[in-house]
């Protein structure tokens, strides 16, 4: 770089690594949104499970979520974020070198996920499935991002950050203290590992990550990028930079807390359900505020609506972040989440808020990019405004779906009739209720699909229509004079290391006043709590249970709610999944909880039942499981399983995890036996099926004075 | 209605103590953002500076 006087310099913007982060973002949108379409087409039609173990909808659903986020969405924040800050610092990225070790290390980690994910390699646990070495993989590449763009500011030319950077520090910091507190597992083998935490604590962990994962890598980055491609879109600036302070700081702190609302009427304490509930609701304001300021931002600039897709995009975008964080509160509201909890009504707010602000905010931004990276005009403006419509169809169509669906579904399970009986008293009635709405949702999510494929059309005309690239050298002037006093918030931000910290304790105090008081776990039982741990084939069929992705369609927790009583059983208690690594209270319910279904029916029925559901329910929509009758069951691996988690405190005797495997091998021998009793198959004993009906079986069975 | 929705509240000081930090910690920074006019002028037009291409 040059310098003509001591401030003015010519230097380079990195576009290079900005450029593979979009290219990257348009592979893994596809993967993401065909993988999506997919599993909403084995919902609606259950032989598109393909009776294929590596293609089942506890295999696919998975594998669709982390694309989505971290592969679509998590590419594009990384385009954005390097486009953006390198403009508003006025200076190079901080190192090539880490760019690329940036890139290629997250493209490794996908790659990774796409392979292990199909494979069954999960930890049970939503958004956060990949296994030890892959979160490992996670960290470092964290680290090398963060280095990357810590280093960008501390070398920057323009000494107050932009309320962008903030977003982006907000988001950096956040992630990587989520990531690795969730993330603390012990390993039993190269691709599986327990979770440290256990019941109510691994649930308490699990949703203040899991919904700190939408806060701090699906909103504030994208309020970040919203806060620079919007302006500079409609060439207004931001409507009021002093609600970005304020709302910056209230968002950082109140979202933080809000993970309990994912575990109203559960067995999580009492105390902390309350938290999640008023502080979710507290988040409405600060939420929107970065609605308000986005969409008035648009003052004077409204025509463009008519004329421009990516307005029509941005501002979309933001409408839909606006319904989705007025429908977020309103769901943690405990009586709305009765009804709500574990339905479809979930599944549509959230892809209310990844189609229409997530997705429609990365199409935005990419039709912004595109041409002035290359260097060439918008291959066709009504192509994009055809992916404009198309798109937003497809968005209304499985918001409206899953609405209406999942109020059906709530409001079928409570219904009781005058004289105090279920008047669904069979959940199938709920499941063939709402199946044309299925097909709803799945022709949605077509269209969005399709949408995109007239923007990966139009761009690739883009690109391919553009003149050689050649690097560019910028002007700027240095303005950083680093002997002003400032003071108030004008100070706060030219002072990175400061800003940094404040806002890293801005999330740690709701992390600590929430998980703190949980780990203590003797509070919260009673005195005479004393549950069974699962026995070694019990845990075999544990970890089946979780390698197949059950808990995504089954929970495990009864609520205290008459209409769950009569249908389930007594309220699930925090003992019952004390040794629970992960807990698998599950979060949505398209087929029944199994909390109490242990004895509840004869080991054919289970037998009958995993491999052909609709032999015992006509109507059923799960897969066919025909696999766990062919592979064999591992039972080698049991003593170091069992090894593992008695170091992590559950009460197993050193005779136990010295034969956990003849043990094991003892009781599938029974079980087969019974199978053989009651007229089916011979020969079962070494099969995974039978330790899968050892786990079902088990369930409500251990504590030692079952609540009836 | 208020000793209902009061039920809920079982792990008071805690609650409180949520509160009170939200409660200081928006006033402070509510008081701390009346910035100059001009700074907050400044700040808002950031993006839309111009890149100056260098023909050097």
Redo the contacts between chains.
């Keep these: 770089m040059?310098a003509?006087n001591s401030l003015v310099e010519?230097i380079y913007y990195d576009d290079d690594i900005v450029k593979k982060f979009i290219l990257a973002t348009l592979v893994f949108a596809g993967v993401a949104l065909a993988a999506g379409v997919m599993v909403a087409l084995q919902l609606a039609f259950w032989p598109m499970n393909l009776n294929s173990e590596w293609l089942s909808f506890g295999r696919l659903r998975p594998l669709h979520t982390n694309a989505a986020i971290f592969a679509f969405a998590g590419n594009a924040i990384f385009a954005g974020i390097y486009h953006?800050s390198q403009?508003?610092l006025k200076a190079r990225l901080f190192s090539d070198f880490l760019s690329r070790v940036h890139f290629w290390g997250w493209q490794a980690i996908i790659v990774a996920a796409a392979i292990t994910l199909p494979l069954g390699y999960s930890h049970g646990k939503e958004y956060a499935e990949l296994e030890w070495p892959i979160d490992i993989a996670i960290t470092l590449i964290w680290v090398v991002f963060a280095v990357n763009f810590f280093g960008t500011l501390a070398k920057r030319r323009?000494k107050?950050m932009?309320?962008?950077l903030w977003f982006y520090i907000a988001t950096i910091i956040t992630v990587a203290l989520l990531h690795v507190i969730n993330s603390a597992e012990i390993p039993v083998s190269a691709f599986k590992s327990y979770p440290v935490y256990a019941g109510i604590q691994d649930a308490m962990v699990q949703w203040w990550y899991g919904h700190n994962a939408v806060a701090f890598f699906l909103t504030t980055p994208f309020l970040g990028l919203m806060?620079?491609y919007l302006?500079?879109a409609a060439?207004?600036?931001?409507y009021s930079?002093?609600l970005s302070?304020?709302h910056f700081?209230?968002l950082v702190?109140?979202y933080i807390?809000a993970g309990p609302h994912h575990l109203l009427y559960t067995s999580l304490?009492?105390?902390?359900?309350?938290?999640g509930?008023?502080?979710s609701i507290?988040l409405w304001a600060p939420s929107w505020g970065g609605m308000i300021n986005g969409l008035l931002t648009l003052r004077g600039a409204w025509h463009l609506l008519r004329t421009d897709p990516i307005i029509k995009f941005f501002a979309t975008a933001v409408t839909f972040y606006g319904m989705a964080t007025f429908e977020g509160p309103l769901l943690s509201i405990?009586s709305v989440s009765s009804v709500g909890h574990y339905t479809d009504w979930i599944v549509g707010h959230v892809h209310g808020g990844t189609l229409g602000w997530n997705g429609f905010m990365i199409f935005g931004m990419l039709y912004y990019l595109v041409p002035r990276l290359w260097k060439t005009e918008l291959y066709s403006v009504k192509l994009a405004t055809a992916h404009f419509w198309t798109g937003f169809l497809g968005t209304i169509a499985y918001y409206l779906s899953m609405v209406v669906a999942g109020i059906t579904q709530g409001l079928m399970w409570q219904a009781m009739t005058p004289d105090g009986r279920l008047m669904y008293p069979d959940f199938i009635e709920t499941v063939t209720r709402i199946l044309p709405l299925y097909w709803v949702r799945a022709f949605g999510g077509i269209l969005y699909l399709a949408g995109f494929l007239l923007m990966v059309y139009n761009l690739y005309r883009t690109i391919k229509g553009a003149p050689v690239s050649v690097p560019?050298?910028?002007?700027?002037v240095n303005t950083r004079d680093v002997t002003a006093v400032e003071t108030?918030?004008?100070g706060l931000?030219g002072a990175v290391t400061v800003f940094s910290v404040l806002t890293f304790l801005?999330v740690l105090?709701?992390s600590v006043?929430e998980i703190y008081?949980t780990l203590a776990l003797h509070k919260y039982l009673p005195p005479s709590a004393q549950v069974e741990p699962y026995t070694p084939l019990e845990l075999a069929g544990r970890d089946l249970y979780i390698r197949e992705g059950c808990y995504l369609c089954h929970s495990q927790q009864i609520r205290p709610l008459a209409s769950e009583v009569l249908r389930y059983g007594s309220p699930s208690t925090a003992e019952e999944s004390m040794y629970d690594h992960p807990f698998q209270w599950g979060s949505k319910r398209t087929g029944p909880d199994l909390a109490r279904v242990g004895k509840k029916y004869p080991d054919l029925w289970h037998y009958r039942h995993m491999l052909n559901p609709r032999v015992v329910t006509p109507q059923s929509i799960m897969p066919n499981y025909i696999w766990l009758a062919t592979n064999d069951t591992d039972f080698l691996v049991l003593r170091k399983k069992f090894s593992v988690l008695k170091n992590m405190g559950t009460p197993y005797s050193d005779d136990q995890v010295a034969n956990a495997d003849i043990h094991a091998e003892k009781q599938a021998k029974e079980i087969a036996k019974s199978l053989e009793a009651q007229g089916g198959p011979s020969g079962l004993e070494r099969k995974e099926i039978v330790a899968m009906i050892a786990y079902l079986q088990a369930l409500g069975q251990k504590a030692k004075e079952t609540p009836k | 209605m208020i000793s209902e929705g009061l039920r809920?509240?079982?792990?008071i000081p805690?609650?409180i103590?949520?509160?009170l930090?939200?409660i200081v910690?928006?006033i402070t920074?509510?008081i701390?953002?009346?910035?100059?006019r001009q700074?907050?002028?400044e700040?808002?037009?950031?993006?839309?500076h111009e890149?100056?291409?260098?023909h050097?």
């Design positions: 040059k003509v010519d953006s403009r508003l323009e107050h932009y309320v962008a806060y620079y302006p500079k060439n207004r600036p931001v930079y002093r302070i304020i700081w209230a702190f109140i807390w304490p009492e105390w902390a359900q309350t938290l509930m008023v502080f507290m405990k560019e050298k910028v002007r700027v108030g918030h004008r931000e801005a105090v709701g006043i008081p | 809920h509240f079982t792990e805690l609650s103590v949520g509160m930090l939200f910690t928006f920074v509510t701390w953002s009346f910035l100059s700074d907050l002028h700040m808002a037009q950031m993006p839309l890149e100056e291409i260098s050097e």
